[in-house]
């Protein structure tokens, strides 16, 4: 209630491929935020998350993606958030979250199945600083449920998420310039498939339930990637 929980990779990284296999815990756990990202911590930070919003009893997990970026240093700090609706129970099963970070894009997969891809657009509105991997479960009762209508309830503790199958492969901080970048294309150019795209627009269909570029009670002003 106090700290949640929480890890760490001993290593920065300046781009890669950082995935993790997460099996969520059934029943109430609304208020409980369940994350797997990479963040430049401390100071003034670039973030990019996966996080699982905490659910009531009938109510399915919200998948939720963010790109944090505080380049400026003037204090603001503007999510970037889609919101998802999986098409299986992730309570279930294991199943493979990840993120692609390259200096071109940002790119989310459940899976190996794109849901989010994430353009560098300008310098301003994209993460460039080398980056940690965490993991963590963690009390987010003011925000996570609702917009913080439901709390997280100690009734249900523990609270509990299992990760496996880390994967964190990239150019660490302080690789040669020539360490090649990850992408999630099997060609040299990079860049996402015909079918990659294709499943990405199925996803967004058919289980987005929030974007933030769609939303008209955001200022518009404060991410202009969305009008590029």
Not at 22 to 45: D, W
Not at 133 to 138: E, K, P, R
Request: net charge positive; with cysteine.
């Amino acid at each position: 209630e106090k700290t949640g929980s929480g890890f760490k990779s001993l290593k920065a990284y300046r781009s890669g491929y950082f995935g993790a296999s997460i099996k969520l815990q059934s029943g109430y756990t609304a208020g409980v935020n369940t994350a797997f990202y990479v963040s430049a911590h401390p100071g003034n930070h670039d973030e990019v998350d996966i996080e699982f919003l905490g659910k009531t009893f009938d109510e399915p997990y919200t998948l939720q993606t963010n790109v944090y970026i505080r380049g400026s240093g003037d204090g603001r700090i503007i999510g970037r958030e889609m919101k998802f609706h999986l098409w299986f129970d992730p309570t279930k099963n294991f199943h493979h979250y990840a993120i692609i970070w390259n200096p071109r894009e940002l790119i989310f997969l459940v899976d190996d199945v794109p849901i989010r891809r994430y353009a560098r657009k300008s310098a301003a509105t994209f993460p460039l600083r080398p980056m940690w991997v965490y993991g963590s479960i963690w009390d987010a009762s003011a925000w996570a449920t609702d917009d913080g209508k439901y709390k997280a309830d100690y009734r249900y503790q523990p609270f509990v998420a299992t990760y496996k199958n880390f994967k964190a492969m990239g150019c660490t901080a302080y690789a040669p310039r020539w360490c090649r970048a990850a992408t999630a294309s099997p060609y040299r150019s990079g860049g996402m498939t015909r079918q990659q795209y294709s499943a990405m627009r199925w996803v967004q269909r058919n289980h987005m339930v929030y974007n933030y570029c769609w939303d008209s009670s955001r200022d518009r002003s404060l991410t202009p990637e969305c009008r590029m």
